[in-house]
Structure formats: structure tokens, C-alpha cells
């Protein structure tokens, strides 16, 4: 409970000590602390100082982390293989340590020979990706599947999305269920009934074009006046703080030291939610918050008998697991169903766990499905992983198996890996695009489709140097291809666009125009409606039709405000290009050669038409004349008294 300026202090102390220790040869000591001091470079420690305190701190503690790394490079260059593992990693990344691919590669090499699953798992990645070597995905199949026998979660991930995918291996549903449930498994496990720390899915496309409208994080000044308000006594403003601290996300660390502290003081205020949440802490515990059930059963009693859902979810807890109370099924579900009702997702999630395994209920698979759903839909991960087991068994449901794909991958996806996505990013704002897009590179092996369209970004803008400036589009094609597989619609565009333009392939109107009829059948997007009312227009990889082309745009007027203004003008050029063809449709002489004149307006009309030309011409000429007569104008007005009124302009005066 030490002031955040302490605790910051505190660890740097120890690092310091740290180093001196690994300095005398204890490489393991090293090893072991740096893991817990990789947590604390980031938010984890150094955010909850503030202004110049902070600026020291925070920088001291980077140097020294430095310093810590510099150790670890004499250490790996030992043989401890940890330590060289570490380095490895490092080196491909950009991680304190200067990138440098071909020396990672070596050292994986080295490890790779002496079995370790980490080095094969990398090896596979630098084969898939091509970096450092000619791209084989024979040979990363290979070490991926090594990897995976050694019982590398990665590995298996990477097997898993290539299976669903069918990535360099045959599509295969099954293989892939195999794969993503093994890691889902210890995703789960690993996985608090808070849910799940929160993951930041950042796309640079959206972020460039919008800064700040994607990523869903807190600028710094707001996090700063929240805290300015929390200081002040605002409850609200503490108890949302302190979710945040609790939970992590929108650019906030978790730092459960810093969400005890507001959750202590709304509480103390009497908000509901704060006791609930500290009878959480203090039922889970954790570094900060020693496990106590006395002290969590005595918040979630006042939070509950106030009525409050997260009080109630925490008694059912309480009495289903006999946490500081004996077990009572009864009142556990009890306690439950009040915070379902309420729409609480631990309520909604244990009531399904219970139907589920048959606890203090008559096992009722309909009703676990329906709670399990309804959980699903606040985003709950435990919630994803017993709906895919559902699917996946065919318990209380058809079986499914690409629906139990998708439900694992999704779990796996929110394992402790996602953290690189921020991390990746950090880079990409620092300007250091070679360590950005080799993370992406990973994370994008690994399924995720935001990191996919984020490595296809950067290689569309070249803002890397790893590959061959002929090399980007083509690389970029491909992993716009598999964000498009995933439902991303801009990468459906983008792929439109590449076989429009010809960007890495040959031109070819007809694959654009299935690309850009895919986004707009199944997407609805604005975009590949005009640009199939274009293509239309143009008859380009399609059959030239006018109407069809004033239809899509018509669409995509539509589907978004924002296109009306470009499809009013395309429309106004639709217009002249109809005329146009009508009139040509229409040919004019022709036409004129076939009407009779003397038979439609008589024998002399050509008299009649001189004589109306005459009398329009002697109209015109009389009208000029009478407007070079001049007039002459009366001499000015002598000024009279201000008493008078004045005489209006252009009449004559009386003598």
C-alpha cells in the first residue's frame, strides 16, 4: 500500500541489486527476475508516478532494463539456453536489443539442433515469412510440427489457423479443432472469472486515415483528468478507474494495486459497485490484494443487500464454492439467477456452468446453451470456450466443427501472446517499422486477422526495409487475401483495387470485379458498390451497361452518407454519357432525311420561315437602335435644407 513515486523506486532498486547479482554469475537469478521486470517496462509500475517523477523513474528504469539485457547477451553467449532463447527473440524483434534477423536466426538454428521447441517454432515462422531465408512453407511446416510436438502453444496455434485455413497444408476442420483446443485449454485455465484481460485490436489503415478513432484507447490527458476527478471525490470517475486498472485496456495496464485504491475509496463513499469489485480482489486475490474470504464475503453482502448484481454473482460464488460459508447449491442459484436478471455476465455464466454440469439444477443442456450465449455477448472468454466444447461434442447442439473452430481461435486469441499486438504497435507510433512488422508478421502467422491487414498496410505504404521494394505488393496481396478469408471487408476492396491496378499480379478487371461484387453482396460496403457502378459504366471485366451502372451507385448512395457526394457526380456524368448515346441512338440525319417538309407544313413553308427570320431580325435591330439613342440628363439637384424631404432621383425639378 506504499505511495505509486515507492513502489516505482522499490523496483528500480531491485533491478539494481539484480544486476549487481548477475554480475557475480548467478545467470539463472538473471533469467528468473527478468521475466517479472519485462511487466513492469511498459504501464505496469512507472504510469502511477506522474510529471517529472515519473520522467525520471520511467527513464532510469528503461536504462537499467537495458543494462539487464546487456547481461542477459553474456549470459546466452555461455550457452545457458534460456538466456539464448531470450536474446533470440529479442534480436528478431527489436526488443532492447538492436534487430538483427540473420544473428536470431543463427542462434535458433543452434537451439533448433538441440530440440527446443521455442527454436523450431521460430525457425517455422522465419521460413513461413521468408525473413532471412527463401520462403518455404515446406520447411516451416516442418519445424511448426516439431514445435507442436514439444508442446509449443504457438506451434499449435499457428497449426491450427493453417489446418482452418488450409494455409501450405490441405483444409482440414478437424485437424485444426485438435490444435486450437489444446491451446485453448490452457487459455482457459489461465483465465480469471473476471474475464480475461482485454485486448487491443488496433488497425494502422483506420488509425492513419483516423488517428485515435479505432483503437478505443484513453488519450493521456483524459486518463488525467479521470484521475483529477477521482482525486476530488468523483465516485463515479473512481469506480471506473479502478475497472480499468482491475481489468486493463484502452491503453491502460492492469495494476490492481492502483484499482483496490479507487474501489477503496468509492466504497468508503457507499457505491455499490466498489464494494462488489473489492469483495472480487479480495476473493481472487493477487500480489497487492492478499485472498481473503472473510473480508470478500463481507463486501459481497453489503453490495448484494443493496441489490447490486456483481455483490449477488459474488455470494453465488461464494456459497457454490463454500468460500468462507458452507456450500449451498440452492442459494448459489439463487444468487446467480437475481444477477443474471440484472444482466451481470458472471451471473449469466455460472447459471449456464451449473445447467451444464447438473449443479444443485437437473442437467438442462438448452438452458446452459442459453446462459452461455447470452455471457458470449458481453465478450466473456470462459463463455466462448464452453459454448465451443458444446460445439465440438455435440452437446445440446448440432454438432459443429467450424463453428467450434471459430469459438476456440477466438479463445486462443485472448491468451497472453495478444499482448505483442500492443506492443507491435508501440513500435509502428515510434517509427521503427522493421520491429512492427516482423511482430505483426508473428501475430499474423498466428490467425490474427487485424495484425494480417496491419502487415499488408505497412508493406502497401513501404514503410519497411526487410524486404525488396518489388517484394512488398506481392506480400502485401497475400495477406490481404487472408484478412479478406476472415471477413475483413476494406481487404476485400484492397484486393479489388490490386487486380484493378495490377499491384503485385496482372491486371485483370473480371477477378476485381469478384472481389468487389464479394464485399458488396456480403458486406454491403459503399465503396464496392461504386466501384462496381464504375466498372459497369466502363465495361471493364464486365458488360458495358448504363442502367446498371446508375443502380450500384445508386446503392451506394444508400448503404453511406458519405458517398452521395461522389456518386451525385458521377451520376451528373452518367447523365451526359446517356444523352450522348441517345442521341447517337437516334441519328439525326437520317431522321431528317425522311421527314417532308412540303407535306408538313405546306408548299411555300420556306416563305414562311424567311419571313419570320425577317421580322426577328428587323425585332433585334429596332431594339438596338432605341438603346444607342441618347438620353440626355437633368443637371444635378442644388442641395436643399435637411428639413425638406428629398425629391426622388430622376424626375425634374420645378422652375
Known amino acids: 500500500n506504499m505511495n505509486p513515486t515507492k513502489s516505482c523506486l522499490v523496483l528500480i532498486m531491485a533491478l539494481a541489486v539484480t544486476l549487481e547479482v548477475t554480475a557475480r554469475g548467478e545467470s539463472e537469478a538473471l533469467f528468473q527476475l527478468l521475466g517479472k521486470c519485462q511487466l513492469c517496462v511498459g504501464y505496469h509500475c512507472c504510469t502511477i508516478a506522474s510529471g517529472k517523477v515519473y520522467s525520471i523513474l520511467y527513464n532510469y528504469f528503461l536504462f537499467l532494463h537495458y543494462r539487464l539485457y546487456d547481461r542477459l547477451l553474456k549470459v546466452a553467449e555461455m550457452g545457458h539456453a534460456k538466456a539464448m532463447e531470450k536474446v533470440a527473440y529479442a534480436m528478431l524483434f527489436g526488443d532492447y536489443l538492436p534487430q538483427s534477423i540473420p544473428r536470431a536466426k543463427e542462434i535458433f538454428e543452434k537451439l533448433a539442433l538441440e530440440g527446443s521447441p521455442k527454436a523450431q517454432t521460430a525457425?517455422?515462422?522465419?521460413?513461413?515469412?521468408?525473413?532471412?531465408?527463401?520462403?518455404?512453407?515446406?520447411?516451416?511446416?516442418?519445424?511448426?510440427?516439431?514445435?507442436?510436438?514439444?508442446?509449443?502453444?504457438?506451434?499449435?496455434?499457428?497449426?491450427?489457423?493453417?489446418?482452418?485455413?488450409?494455409?501450405?497444408?490441405?483444409?482440414?476442420?478437424?485437424?485444426?479443432?485438435t490444435h486450437y483446443r489444446l491451446v485453448a485449454n490452457h487459455v482457459a485455465s489461465d483465465v480469471s472469472l473476471t474475464g480475461g484481460s482485454a485486448v487491443q485490436r488496433i488497425r494502422l489503415l483506420d488509425e492513419v486515415e483516423n488517428p485515435g478513432s479505432s483503437s478505443g484507447m484513453l488519450e493521456e490527458d483524459l486518463i488525467q483528468y479521470y484521475q483529477f476527478l477521482a482525486e476530488k471525490g468523483d465516485v463515479q470517475a473512481?469506480?471506473?478507474?479502478?475497472?480499468?486498472?482491475?481489468?486493463?485496456?484502452?491503453?491502460?495496464?492492469?495494476?490492481?494495486?492502483?484499482?483496490?485504491?479507487?474501489?477503496?475509496?468509492?466504497?468508503?463513499?457507499?457505491?455499490?459497485?466498489?464494494?462488489?469489485?473489492?469483495?472480487?480482489?479480495?476473493?481472487?486475490?493477487?500480489?497487492?490484494?492478499?485472498?481473503?474470504?472473510?473480508?470478500?464475503?463481507?463486501?459481497?453482502?453489503?453490495?448484494?443487500?443493496?441489490?447490486?448484481?456483481?455483490?449477488?454473482?459474488?455470494?453465488?460464488?461464494?456459497?457454490?464454492?463454500?468460500?468462507?460459508?458452507?456450500?449451498?447449491?440452492?442459494?448459489?442459484?439463487?444468487?446467480?439467477?437475481?444477477?443474471?436478471?440484472?444482466?451481470?455476465?458472471?451471473g449469466q455464466l455460472q447459471l449456464g456452468s451449473m445447467y451444464y454440469n447438473g449443479i444443485g439444477v437437473k442437467r438442462d443442456y438448452k438452458q446452459a446453451l442459453k446462459f452461455f450465449n447470452l455471457a458470449s455477448q458481453a465478450g466473456h472468454i470462459l463463455a466462448f470456450y464452453n459454448l465451443a466444447q458444446m460445439h465440438a461434442t455435440g452437446t445440446g447442439v448440432m454438432r459443429s466443427c467450424h463453428t467450434a473452430v471459430e469459438l476456440f481461435k477466438n479463445v486462443c486469441e485472448r491468451g497472453r501472446w495478444s499482448e505483442r499486438l500492443m506492443a507491435a504497435y508501440g513500435s509502428f507510433k515510434d517509427g521503427d517499422m522493421d520491429s512492427a512488422l516482423v511482430q505483426y508478421l508473428l501475430l499474423a502467422e498466428q490467425g490474427y486477422e487485424v495484425a494480417q491487414s496491419n502487415v499488408a498496410f505497412i508493406l502497401d505504404q513501404k514503410?519497411?526495409?526487410?524486404?525488396?521494394?518489388?517484394?512488398?505488393?506481392?506480400?502485401?496481396?497475400?495477406?490481404?487475401?487472408?484478412?479478406?478469408?476472415?471477413?475483413?471487408?476494406?481487404?476485400?476492396?484492397?484486393?479489388?483495387?490490386?487486380?484493378?491496378?495490377?499491384?503485385?499480379?496482372?491486371?485483370?478487371?473480371?477477378?476485381?470485379?469478384?472481389?468487389?461484387?464479394?464485399?458488396?453482396?456480403q458486406q454491403h460496403s459503399a465503396q464496392a458498390m461504386f466501384n462496381l457502378g464504375y466498372m459497369h459504366e466502363k465495361g471493364l471485366g464486365i458488360k458495358q451497361d448504363i442502367h446498371l451502372a446508375k443502380r450500384f451507385y445508386d446503392m451506394a448512395a444508400e448503404a453511406s452518407p458519405d458517398a452521395q457526394v461522389p456518386v451525385f457526380l458521377a451520376l451528373c456524368k452518367l447523365g451526359l454519357i446517356y444523352a450522348q448515346q441517345y442521341l447517337q441512338d437516334l441519328n439525326l440525319n437520317e431522321l431528317l432525311s425522311q421527314v417532308d417538309l412540303d407535306q408538313l407544313l405546306g408548299p411555300e413553308w420556306d416563305l414562311y420561315l424567311m419571313t419570320v427570320i425577317a421580322l426577328l431580325l428587323g425585332t433585334v435591330v429596332a431594339y438596338r437602335q432605341r438603346q444607342h439613342q441618347a438620353v440626355p440628363r437633368a443637371p444635378p439637384a442644388p442641395p436643399r435644407p435637411p428639413a425638406q424631404p428629398e425629391q426622388p432621383a430622376g424626375e425634374p425639378e420645378e422652375q
Open 123 to 177: 525457425l517455422g515462422f522465419l521460413y513461413a515469412a521468408g525473413l532471412g531465408v527463401n520462403s518455404s512453407q515446406a520447411k516451416a511446416l516442418v519445424y511448426y510440427t516439431f514445435g507442436a510436438l514439444g508442446g509449443n502453444l504457438l506451434a499449435h496455434m499457428i497449426l491450427g489457423y493453417r489446418y482452418w485455413g488450409g494455409v501450405g497444408v490441405p483444409q482440414s476442420c478437424e485437424s485444426a479443432l
Open 238 to 346: 473512481q469506480v471506473g478507474l479502478g475497472q480499468l486498472n482491475l481489468h486493463g485496456g484502452r491503453g491502460v495496464e492492469q495494476n490492481h494495486q492502483r484499482a483496490y485504491e479507487y474501489f477503496n475509496q468509492a466504497a468508503n463513499a457507499g457505491n455499490t459497485h466498489a464494494m462488489a469489485f473489492l469483495g472480487k480482489m479480495y476473493s481472487e486475490g493477487s500480489e497487492y490484494v492478499p485472498q481473503n474470504n472473510d473480508t470478500a464475503l463481507h463486501y459481497f453482502k453489503k453490495a448484494a443487500d443493496l441489490g447490486n448484481p456483481v455483490g449477488q454473482s459474488g455470494l453465488g460464488m461464494a456459497y457454490l464454492y463454500g468460500r468462507g460459508v458452507p456450500v449451498n447449491y440452492d442459494l448459489a442459484l439463487k444468487y446467480f439467477q437475481k444477477a443474471a436478471e440484472q444482466g451481470w455476465v458472471d
Open 463 to 521: 514503410g519497411s526495409q526487410i524486404f525488396n521494394e518489388n517484394e512488398s505488393y506481392p506480400r502485401a496481396l497475400l495477406h490481404w487475401t487472408r484478412a479478406a478469408a476472415q471477413g475483413y471487408t476494406v481487404a476485400r476492396i484492397k484486393l479489388g483495387d490490386y487486380h484493378f491496378y495490377g499491384y503485385g499480379t496482372d491486371v485483370d478487371y473480371e477477378t476485381a470485379v469478384i472481389h468487389y461484387r464479394l464485399a458488396s453482396e
